[in-house]
C-alpha cells in the first residue's frame, strides 16, 4: 500500500523459476519463529508479480489497520490514511465485513476505484495504480496481510495467477510460524498479531494449549465477574463478554487447519473502546493522577494493544518520542513492562462494576 517511499522506484523481478522458489522457501522455514519471518515470506510473495513495494498490513475487525513492513516513519499521506482514508479502503472494508482470507485484486474488487475520493486523495498522493492484497489465516479478529504495490499500470491476470498459486505455500507457513512462536512463548517482536496483551488458545475440547502471562494473571483472580465471563463463553462459544472497569473479553473460532489448535478458540481480553465512539476509556483516578495529559494518552493507546508505531502515526509523534514517553510512564507508575500496565489497569477498574452481559 505505501508505495511513495523515497528510493522505491524500480519494478521487481515478474517470476521466479523453480529453483530460486525452493531457494525463498528454504529461507522461509528456517526463519519460522523469528521476528524476519515476514520479510522472507514476502520474498516468496515478490517472486510471483513486477511491483514497485511489497508490505505487511494487519487488518482487524476491532481497530484500524497498522503496517508493519516495511518499518518506516510515517509519511503525511499515511497519516491521511490512519485518520481516517482506511474506512475507504476496499481491503480494511473487505475484512471489516466479515471477508474470507485469500488472494484479493483491487481492481477487480471495484473496477470505479480510479473515479473514487479514495483514489483522488489517498492512492494518486501514494502514487498506486493498483494493489494485490493476500489476506493470511487469521488469529481472533486480525489478519495479517501481504501486499504488493505498483506505481502504474494494473497487475495482469497471469500475475494474479501466480500469486493465487503461492496462497496455499504462503499461508503454510504463515500458520508453522503461529506454531513456533506460540510454542518458544510468544515474543511480541514477532507477532503478526499485535502487542503482548492477555490472550490464551484452547481447543476444541476446552483444553487451554497456550497462554501469556498476562492472561494467567487475570484468570488468577478471584473476582466474580472474571470467572462468571470465562463460564459464558465456554458455553457461548464465539462471543463478547462485558467484564468490569470497562474491559471485554472475546472468543473467535479458529481455522481448521490451525496447526496448535484446529477448530479451537482464541481468547483475548482488551479494554472496551467501542464506548461513546471509541473515546470512553478512561485511565483510573490514581493511574490518571500521576501522568501528564499526554502520558494518559499514551497510556491509554498501550492499553488498547497499539505498538509504538502506531501510536506515532495517530499522535502525530516520533516512535522515538512515544519511547520516551513509556519510559517515563513506566517510572512514575513504578512498573517496567506493558504486562503490569495492563494489570495496574485491571487491578484498579476491576470490582468497581456488575458482573459479564
Known amino acids: 500500500m505505501w508505495t511513495c517511499i523515497k528510493g522505491v522506484t524500480s519494478l521487481k523481478p515478474a ?17 519460522l519463529g523469528a521476528a524476519d519471518f515476514y520479510d522472507r515470506l514476502l520474498d516468496i510473495l515478490s517472486s510471483a508479480a513486477r511491483h514497485d513495494l511489497a508490505a505487511l498490513v494487519r487488518y482487524s475487525r476491532a481497530a484500524p489497520p497498522d503496517l508493519i513492513i516495511p518499518r518506516i516513519e510515517p509519511t503525511a499521506p499515511m497519516m491521511a490514511y ?6 475507504f479502503d476496499p481491503f ?3 475484512w471489516k465485513s466479515g471477508g474470507k482470507t485469500g488472494v484479493y485484486h483491487l481492481r477487480s474488487m471495484d473496477e470505479n476505484i480510479g473515479s473514487s475520493l479514495y483514489a483522488r486523495e489517498f492512492l494518486a498522493a501514494m502514487s498506486i495504480s493498483d494493489e494485490i492484497a493476500v489476506f493470511l489465516p487469521a488469529m481472533g479478529d486480525a489478519c495479517p496481510t501481504l501486499i504488493l504495490d505498483r506505481a502504474a499500470g494494473n497487475f495482469t491476470k497471469p500475475e494474479l495467477a501466480r500469486v493465487r498459486a503461492l496462497f496455499p505455500l504462503l499461508s ?26 492477555p490472550l490464551r488458545l484452547v481447543d476444541d475440547n476446552g483444553i487451554s494449549v497456550f497462554e501469556t502471562q498476562s ?3 487475570i484468570a488468577a483472580r478471584t473476582d466474580k465477574g472474571v470467572a462468571e465471563a470465562l463460564a459464558v463463553i465456554t458455553e457461548r462459544g464465539p462471543c463478547v463478554v462485558n467484564l468490569p472497569g470497562h474491559l471485554i473479553l472475546r472468543r473467535t473460532q479458529l481455522p ?8 479451537g478458540y482464541c481468547d483475548e481480553v482488551t479494554p472496551d473502546t467501542g464506548q461513546k465512539g471509541g473515546q470512553g476509556l478512561e485511565l483510573p483516578t490514581r493511574m490518571a493522577a500521576q501522568l501528564s495529559e499526554r502520558e494518559q494518552q499514551i497510556a491509554l493507546k498501550m492499553l488498547q494493544g497499539n505498538p509504538v508505531i502506531a501510536i ?3 499522535l502525530q509523534l516520533s516512535p522515538g518520542t512515544v519511547k520516551n514517553y513509556r519510559t517515563s510512564i513506566y517510572r512514575k507508575l513504578d512498573i517496567t513492562t506493558e504486562r503490569e500496565l495492563f494489570g495496574e489497569f485491571i487491578a484498579e477498574m476491576s470490582g468497581s462494576e456488575g458482573g459479564p452481559t
Do not use: C
Open 215 to 217: 492472561w494467567i494473571d
Open 256 to 263: 481448521s487447519d490451525f496447526g496448535p489448535a484446529p477448530n
Open 15 to 31: 517470476k521466479v523459476n523453480k529453483p530460486q522458489l525452493a531457494w525463498l522457501t528454504a529461507q522461509a522455514v528456517d526463519g
Open 312 to 314: 506515532a502515526k495517530k
Open 92 to 94: 480494511y472494508r473487505h
Open 82 to 87: 490512519y485518520q481516517h482514508f482506511y474506512a
Open 172 to 197: 503454510a507457513l504463515h500458520n508453522r510460524h503461529l506454531g513456533e512462536f506460540i510454542a518458544s512463548g510468544m515474543a511480541s517482536h514477532a507477532s503478526p498479531i499485535g502487542q503482548h496483551r
